[in-house]
């Protein structure tokens, strides 16, 4: 079995504890039009810079010899390895042989998700995962339509699943300029991150690092001069969720 990387990462310290070797799937059922990785969005492989080298079939075993060279690190920091891409549930019969290996081996499962699946691809991929990290990018199902091209019920459904099964899940919100950067859509996501019983989450300010990608890949950036975001800009949107008693952090 083989499946579709763009990109090992390692000594990562922001997609869960402690450091972490992050692998980028191929292939994303969204497309948002802000996406810092453009390049992950098709199954197939895309020439981007040296990244196209990542791209060809890697086996289980091709991974697991890359992301063990750090096996000391994990132990000794609490950390682990991160599925991230793309969205690595589009790939599920080899995400899950990954998740397989690693947790023979012992090591710390996070997945960085965009919780668009099939319940039943979901629960299989999940059974291996420790902690997820779970994108909520609209409470809004028209506007998750319009800025994703999916609906957001499956999401916010699996979300749900997971937090009342007992796992670990992380709400992460990336704000949006003129997307989902309001008041009003702070109160709206307040609702409904308590319809799926998420009592925190953690918010990502808008950036422009994956901004020349697209020129690369030839395709047109969305948000080309938008300005970025960063916490300070963000304090009263923040507010209204510790307001609502959900812990909201950058």
């Known amino acids: 079995m083989s499946g579709r990387i763009f990109n090992i990462q390692k000594f990562a310290i922001n997609d869960g504890a402690g450091i972490r070797t992050v692998v980028f799937f191929k292939g994303c059922p969204l497309r948002c039009g802000w996406c810092a990785n453009p390049e992950s969005q098709d199954l197939d492989c895309e020439d981007i810079s040296d990244e196209k080298k990542y791209s ?8 697991m010899r890359v992301v063990m060279q750090d096996e000391p690190f994990y132990e000794e920091s609490g950390g682990g390895v991160t599925l991230s891409g793309g969205e690595a549930m589009m790939q599920p019969e080899f995400a899950l042989e990954l998740l397989k290996a690693l947790k023979a081996r012992g090591i710390h499962t996070a997945i960085e998700t965009t919780g668009f699946a099939s319940p039943a691809v ?15 990018k609209h409470w809004d199902e028209a506007a998750h339509e319009r800025g994703t091209r999916v609906s957001n019920a499956p999401i916010l459904r699996n979300m749900k699943h997971a937090i009342e099964i007992g796992k670990e899940v992380l709400p992460r919100l990336p704000v949006i300029p003129h997307y989902n950067d309001s008041l009003d859509d702070a109160r709206g996501f307040v609702r409904r991150l308590k319809e799926v019983g998420a009592s925190r989450v953690q918010l990502l300010p808008f950036h422009q690092f994956g901004e020349k990608k697209y020129s690369t890949l030839h395709r047109t950036y969305e948000y080309a001069g938008v300005k970025a975001l960063h916490s300070e800009d963000l ?3 923040q507010k209204v969720f510790i307001d609502e008693g959900i812990d909201a952090f950058f």
């Open 56 to 63: 060809r079939p890697w086996t289980v075993e091709d991974i």
């Open 235 to 237: 304090r009263d949107f």
């Open 122 to 136: 979901f629960d299989r991929i999940i059974e291996h995962i420790d902690l997820l990290l779970f994108d909520i």
